[in-house]
């Protein structure tokens, strides 16, 4: 979900945040790539990437079973629109206190500076109205289909997103992707239709209250929407220099707004009868940090991880939402969930080889030759990243070299 990122996984990230930096540590801009060890040393960029796989497993398993936990507890039900504008206000809170900082606690350039950001410039705000509202959307959905499917379930079929992101990304802005890439995505496809359709084929038990057709719809449209801000978000910011709190900022200002007015039309008499917080426990709250600052987290740590130790983590937070479901929610396993989850494992991994492997070709090459730097061929576009969480911008793929994505908030 996301942080510059709503209600979901992303990342986790949540869909709607932007990430610390698209230039991962070992690159630059114009198409060069710098050795990591000019930045820091090689034992702490190793602990550093380590941290950072962690810290993307977690957050993608956690949300995803946390939001899970919570929508399945006994008792009364909170309502999943105001969690999402909660996620926004805090996502956007911390954002404010993070530029106050920045401003070394001086009110007066703070105000000046977002004056001149925000109202100022009201082109560039405006232009993140769409993908905020895309996001808040996808937030929503998230909650809905992991209501109605297991996590195990949801955390697979949820990987949609990079074949939606890749296709967008192909007609949006004409990148191509590569041979291995295509026939990864043709097994990501085949991994999901096989598990929804040990899904669909009644895999274990499953409470009467949950509907798998209404969680399949929202996971696609929430995959399809992820796609399509990403990518969106790309084509309309590229190069711009706002920083990644900044950004976050304006999406969680936007995002509230616009969460208010979903809850409004979905849910508006139901809170104004019930209140806010109906429904509100220690999981509940615990939910809606997740969302609120574990995607601005990532979006931090994300610079540290290349391509394949994003997929690496993408791959683990499946199997670890898997065991945990097993023994949190008494999901059964049975050869056909495996044989999809495995597929889509696998899809996952093979995605994010041809960057990851080019690069180290590039640095084996270069540390034989001398200088760590490697120029991409003009006119050749980097080939699309792969999204390691909500949805929030920090964890989708293909954004801009100056803003890379986290929302789930």
């Known amino acids: 979900m996301a942080a510059v990122g709503a209600g979901g996984s992303t990342a986790a990230p949540g869909p709607g945040a932007v990430s610390a930096g698209a230039l991962e540590p070992g690159t630059a801009s114009a198409g060069e790539t710098v050795c990591p060890s000019s930045r820091m040393g090689g034992g702490a960029h190793r602990r550093l990437k380590y941290i950072s796989l962690a810290v993307l497993v977690v957050q993608n398993a956690s ?9 399945t507890l006994p008792g009364d039900r909170f309502f999943a629109t105001t969690a999402v504008v909660m996620a926004e206000v805090l996502k956007g809170l911390t954002c404010l206190l993070l530029l106050f900082a920045q401003k070394r ?49 949801f955390q697979v079929t949820y990987q949609l997103k990079i074949l939606t992101t890749a296709l967008f ?48 719809a929202a996971v696609v449209a929430s995959c399809l929407s992820s796609g399509f801000a990403g990518v969106y978000f790309e084509k309309i910011l590229k190069g711009s220099s706002g920083s990644v709190w ?11 707004a616009l969460g208010l007015v979903g809850l409004w039309w979905a849910e508006g008499t139901a809170v104004a009868t019930r209140g806010f917080f109906f429904g ?16 601005l987290l990532v979006a931090v740590v994300v610079k540290y991880a290349d391509n394949i130790l994003k997929g690496f983590a993408t791959s683990l937070s499946i199997v670890l939402s898997t065991v945990a479901s097993i023994r949190l929610f008494g999901f059964h396993v049975d050869p056909l969930f495996a044989l999809g989850a495995g597929l889509v494992i696998g899809a996952v991994y093979l995605y994010s080889l041809p960057r990851g492997a080019a690069k180290a070709i590039a640095s084996a090459s270069a540390s034989a030759s001398g200088p760590c730097v490697h120029q991409q061929p003009p006119g050749q576009p980097p080939p699309p990243q792969l999204s390691s969480h909500r949805g929030d911008l920090i964890t989708e793929p293909f954004l801009p070299k100056l803003l890379t994505k986290v929302k789930g908030s």
């Open 105 to 153: 606690g001086n009110v007066k350039h703070l105000v000046l500076f977002l004056h001149e950001a925000v109202l100022v410039q009201y082109v560039d705000t405006l232009k993140l109205a769409v993908p905020s509202l895309i996001y808040t959307l996808q937030n929503n959905l998230q909650y809905v289909a992991i209501s109605n499917l297991p996590a195990a379930t």
């Open 280 to 295: 509100y426990t220690p999981a509940v709250w615990g939910v809606v940090l997740n969302q609120a600052f574990g995607g």
């Open 246 to 256: 900044l950004r976050n900022l304006q999406l969680g200002l936007f995002g509230t």
């Open 63 to 71: 949300l995803i079973l946390s939001i899970r936990y919570a929508r």
């Open 169 to 216: 990304s192909v007609l949006m802005l004409n990148r191509s992707l590569s041979r291995l890439q295509w026939a990864s995505l043709l097994l990501l496809f085949t991994g999901v239709a096989i598990v929804q359709a040990q899904q669909a084929g009644g895999g274990g038990p499953r409470p009467l209250d949950q509907n798998p057709g209404a969680g399949l």
